[in-house]
Each structure stands twice: as structure tokens, then as C-alpha cells.
């Protein structure tokens, strides 16, 4: 069997397109576009690619986006006074703090600090817990933009046997919540694996859907996977690769090369889940923006 190449960038077009109306429609509306605020702290390669590629796609759609750069040497209380101002800041629907963040910043303090109604990142522990109730308001974008790329694959997660190998609070955790809850996109039997997890392969092996999220190259091989599975990879790691002018790839969990002989479906890196993180964003600015105007 060779599996069907999941497009990533194609649904995710698809998202921004419907976006952009809804932005559209707000900026008639109520005369101003909806507008989004990232801080960026310090100069790691990967959080200013990322940032950059929110920027793009923010200006695609009409979302107006800024960036606020700061030195790796703020301090802590720096980053809460610049949150507090935009928490108060009536103009700024979403507020974004890239992360990781500089060892000396507690990162669970500055998520806090964010208001929950402008948490577009749906980390604040007050969205965390929404989410598990299943009275979601922001979930994490890529959690949301996997559920929706499996949506439009049309791969039915009712009654299915998911596994999802990781269980951080950016995706293993918020997915897990999501793919729990009662409705379309959903209800499935999720199982959860981790450094812990005994034999990961038992689990895995048992998946309709495997979503590998562990951030560990080629933790998924084809000996994991059932046949006809549909395999997620969330996965990006920068591996060296002298053969590239940048000096290295991307690459995700999943041994794509052999996986692609086993699995049914199967997204890649890149231009699988990555491309969905990004559409899934814009989807919670625009969400944000529509509450602001509730209050
Ligand atoms: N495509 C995108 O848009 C996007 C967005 C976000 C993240 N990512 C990528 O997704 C990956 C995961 O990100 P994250 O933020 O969730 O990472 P993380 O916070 O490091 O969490 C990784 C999780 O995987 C588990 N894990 C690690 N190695 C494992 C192994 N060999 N077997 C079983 N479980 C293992 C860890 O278990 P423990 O809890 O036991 O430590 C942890 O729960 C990274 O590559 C990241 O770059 C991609």
C-alpha cells in the first residue's frame, strides 16, 4: 500500500480563504480589522521563522499584526508590564508570546499574566480547563488545525481508535481533549503515550490514527503502524544536512519513507500539520476580535 500524501498547505489555503471573509465581513462591520500583537523575545532562528510566518499570513488575510521584539535580557517584570499595557489595550484582540522564552522568565507566569479572552495560543490555564470542560473558547492552533486537517481528509475519527505519542500542553494534551469530546471531528478512543509508556509499539500499533508528537526524529517506524492507518506527523526537528545551503532540514517523528508503504494516509513534513498551525491561528484572532465586540 502507498499511502495518500496529506496536503497541509492546500487545506490550509482553504482556512485562510475562509478567514479572510470573515475578516472581511468584521472590518465592514465595525471599521477597523481584527489585530494581533506577538512578542518576541531574543534571537532564536526558529521563533523569528515562525514569527515571520505569522506576520505573512496575518497580512494575507487582513489580520493587522505587530511584532514586539525584545532582548533576551528583559526582565521578567518587563514582559508583564508589556502584557498588562496590551491586555488594556482595546486595539489588540490577540496577544501571542512566542516560545520558549529565556530561562530567567517563568513561562507559566507570563501565560497567566495574558487576559484569557485575548489568549489566541489557548494556553492560559482558564483555556486549558474550558477546552476539558468542552467549552472550548481558544484551543492551541495546532491541536485545532490536526482535528481540522483530519475533517477535511474526510478520515471519520467516530468510535476510532486514536493514538497520540506525546503529552505536552501545546499539543498532546489540548489534542487529546479535543479528540475526547462529543462531535464531529471527534468521539474518538484516545490513548495517550509519553516517555513512560512501556512499549510504545503495543499502543501505536493498535491506531486508526496515530498522531506522532514527540519531537524525537524517526521515533515511528513502520513496525508501529497498523496497515491503513492514517499517520499525523506534528513533528518538526532541525537535522544537519550539508547538502542544503542552510545546513540543515526539516524533519518530523515518522520514518515517512518506509511509514508511506504501511500507513493509508499520511501528512509530511514539511507542508503537513505546520501549515495548519498558522491557518488555525488567524481562525482564533478572528475569534478573538468577534468576543471582544460581545462584551
Ligand atoms: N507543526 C507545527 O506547527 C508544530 C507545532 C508545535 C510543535 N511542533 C513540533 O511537535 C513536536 C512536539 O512538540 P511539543 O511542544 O509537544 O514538544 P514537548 O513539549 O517536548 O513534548 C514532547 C512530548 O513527547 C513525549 N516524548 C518525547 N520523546 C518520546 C519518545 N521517544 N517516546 C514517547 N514519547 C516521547 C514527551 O514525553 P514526556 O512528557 O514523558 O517527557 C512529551 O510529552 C516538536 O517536534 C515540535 O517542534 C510542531
Do not use: W
Not at 54 to 60: D, I, L, P, S, V
Not at 88 to 110: A, F, R, S
Not at 161 to 182: C, E, F, H
Amino acid at each position: 500500500m502507498t499511502a495518500r500524501i496529506i496536503d497541509g498547505k492546500a487545506v490550509a489555503a482553504r482556512v485562510h480563504d475562509e478567514v479572510a471573509g470573515g475578516i472581511d465581513e468584521f472590518q465592514k462591520i465595525n471599521g477597523y480589522a481584527p489585530r494581533l500583537t506577538v512578542i518576541l523575545v531574543g534571537d532564536d532562528p526558529a521563533s523569528h521563522s515562525y514569527v515571520k510566518g505569522k506576520e505573512r499570513a496575518c497580512e494575507k488575510v487582513g489580520i493587522s499584526s505587530e511584532t514586539i521584539l525584545k532582548d533576551a535580557s528583559i526582565s521578567q517584570a518587563e514582559l508583564l508590564e508589556i502584557i498588562e499595557r496590551l491586555n488594556n489595550d482595546p486595539k489588540v484582540h490577540g496577544i501571542l508570546v512566542q516560545l520558549p522564552l529565556p530561562k530567567h522568565i517563568d513561562e507559566d507566569t507570563i501565560i497567566l499574566s495574558i487576559d484569557p479572552m485575548k489568549d489566541v495560543d489557548g494556553l492560559h490555564p482558564e483555556n486549558a480547563g474550558l477546552l476539558v470542560l468542552g467549552q472550548t473558547r481558544f484551543a492551541p492552533a495546532t491541536p485545532l488545525g490536526v482535528q481540522r486537517l483530519l475533517i477535511e481528509e474526510g478520515v471519520d475519527t467516530n468510535g476510532a481508535k486514536v493514538v497520540i505519542v506525546g503529552r505536552s500542553k501545546l499539543v498532546g494534551m489540548p489534542l487529546t481533549a479535543l479528540l475526547l469530546q462529543k462531535g464531529i471531528g471527534a468521539n474518538a478512543t484516545v490513548t495517550v503515550c509519553h516517555t513512560g509508556t512501556k512499549d510504545i509499539g503495543i499502543e501505536t500499533r493498535q491506531a486508526d490514527v496515530l498522531i506522532a508528537a514527540a519531537g524525537y526524529p524517526g521515533a515511528i517506524g513502520a513496525d508501529m503502524v497498523k496497515p491503513g492507518a492514517v499517520v499525523v506527523d506534528v513533528g518538526v526537528s532541525r537535522v544537519e544536512d550539508s547538502t542544503r545551503n542552510r545546513g540543515y532540514r526539516l524533519t518530523g517523528d515518522v520514518q515517512f519513507a518506509e511509514v508511506v508503504d504501511v500507513a493509508s494516509a499520511i501528512t509530511p513534513v514539511p507542508g503537513g500539520v505546520g501549515p495548519m498551525t498558522i491557518s488555525m491561528l488567524l481562525v482564533n484572532v478572528l475569534r478573538a476580535a468577534k468576543f471582544s465586540i460581545q462584551d
